[in-house]
């Protein structure tokens, strides 16, 4: 495999005009992915989904994009045409959202949704459409696929939603996928399953994958890198192997925050500055 990063991104800013004057949701993030998983955590509100979109130029308008640079396999994204896109999303770049209930068609069945989306990045024939997307299914870890191809999404669980989701967007076999929070709203036990899916099929393709999530400790054991987000702004960068050795107040906050069986009674740990001290030099200062 080439050497060179699969995605480039440099002081990407998103921001949205208002009546109060031009607020802006992302400031000046920058990192480099390769074919690796790469957390992104913060709280809400703090970018992280803004990050995801803008890469793929889903920011909804009047949304503004601008960046120094964001290439993606060294092709620079910035001025690339609808059509261009178009044509990356899914095959080059595909992002699993949050919720499949606001993802999936309700009115087509799961099988179909995955087989058209087969289909609009190749010139298969509906019969090897639907062969890949039973394939893509049991892929997936979801029993009796021919079964579950002709069910309407309704009609499934939010674990088996979300694995189907997975299905759809990898059916064209992206080299990188952006996965924002999919296993926020499932229980612990189909999260494990998710993640270990998701990591089996990254290290079979070789993709790189860009994991959005607000739980810190599930990134620091699925990721190989973290960034660390507030206020629109990347305050912390490190392998996930050292993130307990963390240096920001922020990301010492997050790391407190966490819930401890020998200690469940002890005060949380409080920023005591609002996010402008971001514009500062110096750092927040902690309290308990």
């Known amino acids: 495999m080439s050497d060179q990063p699969l995605l480039e991104v440099s002081n990407l800013r998103v921001a949205f005009p208002t009546r109060q004057g031009v607020t802006e949701a992302v400031r000046g993030v920058s990192f480099t992915l390769g074919r690796e998983k790469l957390g992104i955590v913060g709280e809400s509100g703090s970018g992280k989904s803004m990050t995801g979109r803008s890469i793929l130029r889903l920011v909804p308008p009047p949304g503004i994009v601008t960046a120094d640079r964001l290439a993606f396999r060294g092709e620079d994204l910035r001025d690339a045409s609808e059509k261009r896109l178009r044509a990356i999303r899914g095959s080059g770049i595909a992002m699993v959202m949050q919720d499949p209930k606001f993802s999936l068609n309700p ?84 999260q494990m399953q998710i993640l270990a899916i998701l990591d089996d099929l990254c290290g079979q393709r070789g993709m790189g994958m860009i994991f959005v999530s607000h739980d810190l400790n599930l990134v620091a054991s699925f990721c190989d890198r973290i960034l660390i987000m507030y206020a629109g702004r990347v305050v912390e960068s490190c392998p996930a192997s050292e993130l307990r050795d963390a240096r920001h107040p922020y990301t010492r906050g997050l790391l407190d925050s966490l819930p401890r069986l020998d200690d469940p009674r002890r005060d949380l740990p409080v920023l005591t500055r609002d996010p402008a001290w971001l514009t500062d030099d110096a750092p927040p200062e902690k309290a308990r």
Do not use: C, F, W
């Open 107 to 190: 009115v087509m069945t799961v099988g179909r949704q995955i087989a058209e989306a087969y289909r609009v990045h190749s010139k298969a024939s509906a019969r090897e459409a639907k062969r890949r997307a039973l394939e893509m299914l049991e892929a997936v870890r979801i029993r009796d696929p021919e079964r579950v191809y002709d069910r309407y999404p309704h009609e499934v669980s939010g674990g088996m939603g979300q694995r189907i989701m997975i299905a759809m967007m990898l059916i064209p076999n992206p080299d990188l996928l952006i996965a924002d929070e999919p296993t926020s709203a499932l229980d612990v036990t189909v």
